[in-house]
């Protein structure tokens, strides 16, 4: 089989990955920032679902790349490990990328601060009796939040990178086990010896 290039493989797979957690970050701000807290069940099962599609575009991704690769090579633990977490690098380049564009862009800052705000008030608000701790802490909170400075495009850039790279860590060990396959430079067990 014909040889690809891991760097274009990696961006090209990592892109794919970066759109779904691009829009997995925009649509759970979108619901977070909306207040009503009957949609904040779809959060559990919006976050679910981003989870599984991630890990399976991981997999199928991997086992593509490994498909490529001619028998006699094989396709190790390594190369499996390495492609995974290369493209979950360049997907979460992507996510962090759209994530600030939506909150800094698109929303703005202060008015997403503002919006954080009023869905936390409202959130204790419903929630019924708040003691006067709790209610301490929130407004210190908000506070907090009113006084610190803008986050940078790096940082977002960063954070989206970080967490994804971390997802790719952590789940890509199964993946790179059960998609990693041994070098037959024989031609399998009735080779030609």
Do not use: C
């Amino acid at each position: 089989m014909g040889k690809t290039n891991f760097w274009n493989d990696a961006a090209k797979y990592g892109a794919a990955v970066g759109l779904l957690l691009a829009v997995s970050t925009v649509v759970e701000n979108s619901i977070v920032l909306s207040g009503r807290l009957g949609l904040y069940a779809l959060l559990t099962v919006e976050w679910i679902a981003a989870v599984v599609l991630h890990y399976y575009l991981l997999h199928r991704y991997t086992r593509q790349r490994a498909m490529q690769r001619d028998e006699a090579e094989g396709f190790s633990f390594g190369e499996a490990y390495g492609f995974i977490v290369a493209m979950s690098a360049f997907g979460g380049i992507i996510s962090g990328a759209v994530q600030y564009i939506y909150v800094y862009g698109i929303i703005g800052y202060g008015r997403y601060v503002e919006r954080t705000a009023d869905a936390l008030y409202a959130t204790m608000a419903r929630s019924g009796n708040v003691s006067p701790s709790m209610e301490d802490f929130l407004s210190q909170t908000v506070a907090q939040m009113h006084q610190s400075p803008e986050p940078s495009v790096f940082s977002a850039v960063g954070g989206g990178m970080l967490t994804s790279v971390l997802f790719g860590l952590v789940f890509g060990l199964f993946i790179a086990s059960t998609v990693a396959r041994p070098a037959k430079p024989f031609g399998g067990p009735e080779g030609n010896v």
